[in-house]
């Protein structure tokens, strides 16, 4: 059973006087321990399809189920709290907090989340352990690689054990051999963790540890 499904999902935007039509009836459906590669050229549709699944936009029409429920009649305000529990962003640029320790970044995350104190550590500390940066856990931003921080990314997405991750061109800042590790890390995780993973990407190494490749183009899906 899928853990997030957008059916016929449309959005379309008004410019001036005209209306630009940017997704034209999308349907996908992410299975848990399932990696999924999204590709397509600039302006395809992948970001907004991604903003949307990620309950940041909602769709002009469809219909997106996350985690058995249904997002569509949810008020805008309520969309953050969806976010909070079911999904977990990792991004192209990490958008680490510099003054915050590997540990203090993913700690954050999980206190916007609700969860705070010596709990909210030790959840802090066993996801940076899952993602191997445990000997790292002090260092600031500034003291890591790029791999590394990538890592804290990733960690940070995992807290709070959300069902679903979605990666936007998360091998873009990196080198080709760094790249291939962080790619093998995502497998992992969704295969030990049994989490739904969707990939938006131009980097054809996503594909080697991929499960699915869809392609969008023009707002559709191709395949």
């Not at 059916?7 to 349907?27: A, C, D, M, T, Y």
Request: aromatic content about 4%; glycine content about 8%; hydrophobic content about 40%.
């Amino acid at each position: 059973m899928s853990v997030l499904e957008a059916k016929q999902i449309r959005k379309s935007f008004n410019e001036g006087k005209e209306v630009v039509n940017v997704l034209n009836g999308v349907s996908l459906s992410l299975m848990p321990g399932e990696v999924t590669a999204l590709e397509g050229p600039s302006g395809s549709g992948k970001t907004t399809l991604l903003s949307i699944l990620g309950c940041i936009l909602t769709p002009t029409s469809g219909e997106l189920v996350v985690d058995g429920e249904p997002v569509n009649s949810k008020k805008p305000n309520l969309l953050p709290a969806i976010r909070r529990r079911s999904i977990g962003f990792v991004f192209q640029q990490f958008n680490l907090f510099p003054a915050l320790t590997a540990v203090e970044n993913v700690e954050y995350a999980l206190n916007i989340k609700g969860l705070r104190g010596p709990e909210a550590r030790r959840e802090a500390e066993v996801a940076l352990e899952k993602v191997e940066l445990t000997p790292r856990r002090s260092f600031l931003p500034r003291d890591l690689s790029g791999g590394q921080k990538q890592r804290v990314a990733i960690a940070r997405a995992l807290a709070g054990n959300p069902k679903v991750l979605l990666a936007d061109e998360p091998t873009a800042n990196l080198d080709s051999q760094m790249g291939l590790q962080i790619l093998e890390l995502f497998r992992k995780l969704a295969k030990e963790e049994d989490r739904a993973l969707l990939i938006v990407t131009h980097d054809p190494k996503v594909r080697t540890i991929s499960d699915r490749v869809v392609r969008i183009q023009d707002g559709r899906l191709l395949n």
